[in-house]
């Protein structure tokens, strides 16, 4: 099994700046994506950022040029820089791992506990 563990959530001014780290322990597989989703109340969850065990990045339209995400060099950590933070990037924010052991077996997902991103004046 894989473990997720999230941090760096907060409550921060409009224009401000976050980094959520997220690290992953247990059974790690290096055919990977990790990423990033977030839900406000009332909304379904949506993709934020992701990123590839190739270095692939995919980001949401609504955080592009704004939001950047990176890998530790162990590639078990995966981060969120948030620049230029707005009110409705409010939400909890998850972090998520889907791998898979080779190329033919099934792939897992796996989802941390979440973090709160305030953004408010």
């Known amino acids: 099994q894989v473990q997720l563990v999230e941090s760096g959530g907060g409550l921060v001014q409009p224009g401000g700046s976050l980094r959520l780290s997220c690290a992953a322990s247990?059974?790690?597989?290096?055919?990977?994506?990790m990423g990033w989703y977030r839900q406000a109340p009332g909304m379904q969850r949506e993709l934020v950022a992701t990123?590839?065990?190739?270095?692939?990045?995919n980001y949401a339209d609504s955080v592009k040029g704004r939001f950047t995400i990176s890998r530790g060099n162990a590639k078990n950590t995966v981060y969120l820089q948030m620049n230029s933070l707005k009110p409705e990037d409010t939400a909890v924010y998850y972090c998520?791992?889907?791998?898979?052991?080779?190329?033919?077996?099934?792939?897992?997902?796996?989802w941390g506990q979440g973090t709160q991103v305030t953004v408010s004046s």
């Open positions: 247990g059974s790690i597989f290096s055919i990977y994506t």
């Open positions: 990123i590839t065990n190739g270095g692939g990045t």
């Open positions: 998520n791992r889907q791998q898979r052991f080779n190329i033919y077996s099934a792939s897992s997902t796996t």
